[in-house]
């Protein structure tokens, strides 16, 4: 158990039909990222907040954003769902100055 | 921009052979490398890390890596393989000592251990 929390496990949904995941970083961790992994694509890095503010940014699509609160949770919401978009949707947390990232169980996102 | 590249993308070794799984990389100042292992539907865990120092790392699951400069290669190792090894594994290159974790990853070599 790497301590970083992920809900929900799975996901079914709709082309069209928008979605959030959430993801609660390790006591102490500041830094958040989102990851998608799919058949084709491989691990794909999305995005990273740290404190609350966007740190990095990966292959994320503009359909899709994120943010942090102030209890350094975050959500990673997607719209306007596509077939492609199905995917393993992960979360990792790591503490300042330091890129060892643990990652969560992940979130499985079936678009139908 | 960094790069990672995983050559085997499947191996297949016998329980109690020894295992190399072969990673090179493109970074173009000092990179931080990592191993992660990640089982069937499981997230991913770090297996080792490699930012300065004695240039073999050592890990769990009597896992090690060696980081060669000159050949941009951070290859993992494991004298003997349990069945219990068979999973993805996944190397990665990060900007060292920042806080922006745009973490690179390899595609990935999957590896099945035969009884």
């Known amino acids: 158990d790497s301590g970083v929390t992920q809900t929900p496990k799975h996901l079914i949904t709709a082309t069209g039909q928008r979605v959030t995941l959430r993801c609660s970083p390790r006591?102490?961790?500041?830094?958040v990222y989102w990851y998608q992994q799919s058949l084709d694509q491989g691990l794909q890095f999305l995005i990273q907040?740290?404190?609350?503010?966007?740190?990095a940014k990966g292959n994320i699509l503009e359909r899709f954003s994120a943010q942090q609160f102030p209890d350094l949770h975050s959500e990673l919401n997607l719209s306007s769902l596509e077939l492609g978009d199905s995917a393993l949707y992960f979360c990792?947390?790591?503490?300042?100055?330091?890129?060892?990232?643990?990652f969560g169980p992940g979130t499985r996102l079936t678009v139908l | 921009a960094q790069s990672v590249t995983q050559p085997d993308i499947h191996i297949t070794v016998s329980e109690g052979a020894s295992l190399e799984l072969r990673c090179n990389y493109s970074y173009g100042a000092t990179p931080y490398l990592f191993w992660y292992v990640q089982s069937p539907g499981q997230g991913l865990q770090l297996l080792l890390k490699y930012f300065s120092g004695d240039t073999l790392v050592q890990g769990i699951k009597g896992f090690e890596a060696e980081f060669k400069r000159s050949q941009s290669s951070f290859n993992l190792r494991k004298p003997s393989v349990h069945w219990s090894d068979a999973a993805e594994y996944f190397c990665a290159v990060a900007p060292y000592n920042t806080n922006a974790g745009k973490s690179t990853f390899g595609d990935g070599t999957t590896l099945t251990v035969k009884p």
């Open positions: 907040y740290y404190n609350g503010e966007e740190r």
């Open positions: 990792a947390s790591s503490v300042l100055a330091d890129n060892e990232q643990f």
């Open positions: 006591s102490g961790d500041l830094s």
